[in-house]
């Protein structure tokens, strides 16, 4: 009896664990020629169609890239005026801005270029001045810019999150070189990129405890916030086009009819 009370309470859990484990599978099926392990789908607060992001988690996730990710990554495609309204006020962007010296872009009376606090119009200043220091300064590899990192791979968020906490020791048979570290979600599983969180790294604002995956989670939808800075006014637009536009498609019927009635009904007689 109660075996099979069991298994009927569970039949339907079974069909959806099956349904979940083939739409996964469909997803990012791995194949046995590939030479990294697909992402899984984690499912995102802004995943939705109506769904904006997650503000506090992006606002955590900046303290990480600024605490952890910058010392190596730049994000060159955003500039302190994108953070108003989205992790700081305006007073609070301009005082973040004040903290980094940029170079201005005309030089001084003298002819000099010159060094300023940053203003809320430049960009995000980056840790290397150029390519080469940046190579020199990792053994040869470049790290790549994040401002479009989750658009530029397979995956996109969900792979930054699994690249961030997939660090594991290399299995047996696979001598990395120095200077490698083993990450099977990383093409080739050997990244150049020392694995860069820690548990405690970070000490949050908001008191919430700093593990690997939480910060990796912010830091993840933070980089998917600076791919799509837009992306919260993109849907909140989309709602209203598509009202005005269903509206405007009911007005145009409805005066459509209205004005072709006579029309069609309209019968000629000729008469002799
Ligand atoms: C010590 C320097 C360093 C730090 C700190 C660092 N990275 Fe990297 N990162 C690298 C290097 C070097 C590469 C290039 C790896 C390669 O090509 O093998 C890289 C590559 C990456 C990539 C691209 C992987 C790919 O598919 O090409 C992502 C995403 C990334 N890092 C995210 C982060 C994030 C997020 C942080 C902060 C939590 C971070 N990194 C911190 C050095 C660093």
Redesign the pocket.
Known sequence: MLSRLASRALRPHAVAAGLTASAAAGAGAALCNDDCIPSLSYGWPQDGALSSFDHAAIRRGFQ??RQ??????SIQYISFRNFVGVTHDEAGAKKLAEEFEVTDAQPNDDGEMFERPAKLFDRYPGPYRNEAE?RA???G????D?SL?TK??HGGID??FA??TGYADSPAGKDLLPG?YYNPY??GG?????P??MDGQVEYEDGTPATVTQ??KD??QF?AWCAEPEHDERKKFGVKAVTVLALGIGITAYYKRLRWAPVKTRKITYME
């Open positions: 990480v890239y952890v990710c910058s010392s190596c990554h940046g300064a990792n053994g590899a470049l790290p790549p994040l990192m530029a791979r792979y930054v690249l961030l490698l990383f093409a050997a990244i150049a990129m020392p860069p969180l910060m990796a830091v993840s980089l």
